[in-house]
């Protein structure tokens, strides 16, 4: 459940003078101040529990002090071990199953969960101030003219950002043919810049201490089992309607227990995102021209034409593809969302070298063991790991000949670990078709360090440790030039080259036809016709096709750069 309060407070003020000179000026003055306040609560049905601090077996759950002992409700997903993929798990217990023969054990895994409070705050500061002339030069001709300076601050309750200075023309002109004010033809352009909810303060200048991946044997006994649950092994106890039952004790953590689940729970805590340099509001232009008829009998006939354009957006954008994602999680790495004006123009990330390269054999091998380490049992993966930790041109060649190009190699036979194997399109993903290919990402500056973007590990030979690992990232645009580092694209500075983006586009046009026709005793009769068309490659704030209602937050901006996958989800297998 995810209620809210809010509240927002404001002053609004304005000054109208009137000036005869060179014919009649209309001066109007003003200012508007808001303060709004949201306040987000996120919690989950059923009671708290205290975060434990060892497993079932007494050992850790894979989080530290940070994330123990803290109290949390937790969103649970009752789930198949066979539908985890961890293996054998003697602590998990049976259940009988519709559609299954025999009892199927089952586990408890937590979606979300929070261990902050649940509340979120954020606040908001708005000014606007403008000033407009309409000024009647006669009673032909009126010509309007103003400007409009607003600002936002949105405050988080971790970071707060303040945008600046944006200045909005107004223009405009009516004329009156005869001067008899039955008609008018007139014109119009205006700027307007779109202030930004509080919910971009809520999901980006706000952190959230999430508990995750953490899984729960269900309360469970080992009398009474349904029939063909093993001799010995426990099964679930259900309440009065037939659930499960949820107890958040060590004695049902499953987190890295013997017998448990070996996979580590832990604490996300998010924070404010940061803002790339020059991040200024949004704004559309709009242009707008018609004309105005009033015939006998006070009915009056109107036409006109619009035409709105979005002129600049803020997004959070990430700098890379979707599959260089995917290369850098299966290496521990993730992708780092930056707030900004997306344009074909910007330059706030490192472009990678993507090489993109086909489907790759990917059937089961035993891999032999370097250094104490065991690939992925996979034929390219194996390959892939023997060059990364023996390196050797016979290696290399032997990667090579599986498909792996020879430019995401370097000086020292060492190949790129960021490498993404089997990737599929959206559409594939969604009606199980083949994957499209796959990609590596060699370092961009590999010649400022001799062609190589891997060095010795000083500790090779120890436990767990593998011979080479990735020179240090490189965090400007003259250190990778000086060497010495490593960048392989998405890294947050500079690089002298457009991030490939493209401008965001959202073009709406209309013709409107208008009668209306007004009657005594408060009565008026008003019909209207319009043929619009918009057209673009931005949705807008909110996106329609997967509802997503998040401001400044919508994937369409996400990544620059996509080869095959078609979506913002994926499925890949990588090394």
Known sequence: MEPYDGNTRGVNGDLTKTIHFAGTHSINIGYTWQFPQYNDH?????????????????????????VAGHMTDSNFV??????????????????????????????????????????????GKYHAGYINDAWQISKYVTLNIGTRWEQQRLTGNSVERTFSNMW??????????????????????????????????????????????????????????????????????????????FMGDSAHLLNNAAGGIPISAGGLITGGEPFAPGTRMEFTDEFLVGYDREFKGGVVASVRYIDRRLKRVIEDQGG???????????????????????????????????????????????????????????????????????????????????????????????????????????????????????????AVNAAANGGAWMQPN???????????????????????????????????????????????????EAVEFEVRKAFT????????????????NYEGAFRNDNGQADPASAPSSTSPRVHWVCSQTSRASAP
Not at 213 to 236: E, I, L, R
Not at 521 to 536: E, M
Request: charged residues 10%.
């Open 78 to 123: 009752l789930n198949l071990l066979s539908n985890v993929g961890t293996g054998a798990c003697s602590l998990c217990p049976y259940m009988s199953i519709p559609g299954y023969s025999t009892p199927q054990q089952v586990v408890l895994q937590q979606v979300r969960g929070r261990f902050d409070g649940g509340v979120t705050t954020s606040s």
């Open 42 to 66: 996120t919690f989950w049905p059923g009671p708290k529990y205290v975060i434990p601090d060892v497993n079932a077996t007494g050992g850790s759950p894979g989080y530290g002090p940070n």
């Open 458 to 508: 000083p500790k090779a030979g120890q436990p767990g440790q593998p011979n080479f690992i990735v020179l240090p990232d490189c965090t400007s645009a003259n250190q990778a030039k000086a060497g010495g580092c490593a960048s392989f694209g998405g890294e947050f500075y500079p690089d002298g080259k457009p991030d490939t983006y493209k401008d965001p586009k959202r073009e709406y």
């Open 521 to 536: 005793h408060n009565w008026a009769l008003s019909v209207n016709y319009r043929v619009a068309q918009l057209k673009g």
């Open 168 to 245: 909005s023309p107004r223009i405009g002109i009516i004329v009156d043919p005869q001067g008899n004010r039955k008609q008018k033809i007139y014109a119009n352009f205006g700027r307007y810049a779109y202030v930004l909810p509080l919910d971009g303060a809520l999901r980006a200048l706000s952190n959230e201490e999430d508990f995750q991946n953490s899984y729960w044997a269900p309360v469970n006994t080992t009398a009474g089992c349904p029939a063909g649950t093993p001799a010995g092994a426990p099964c679930v106890t259900l309440n009065s309607l037939g659930s499960t039952q």
């Open 320 to 442: 890379i593809s979707v599959e260089q994602f995917n290369a850098l999680a299966a290496n521990g790495g993730g992708l780092n969302y930056f707030i900004g004006n997306p344009n074909a123009k910007q330059d706030i990330f490192v472009n990678p070298n993507e090489t993109v390269f086909g489907v790759v054999n990917q059937s089961p091998v035993t891999c032999a063991q370097i250094g104490g380490r065991t690939a992925p049992g996979t034929l390219f993966n194996c390959a892939l790991y023997t060059a990364i930790n023996a390196p050797s041109a016979a290696n290399a060649t032997a990667l090579e000949a599986l498909g792996f190009p020879a430019a995401c190699v370097d000086s020292n036979n060492v190949p790129t670990p960021y490498v993404a194997t089997n990737q599929f399109t959206g559409f594939a993903i969604v009606n199980g078709g083949a994957p499209a290919g796959s990609a590596c990402f060699p």
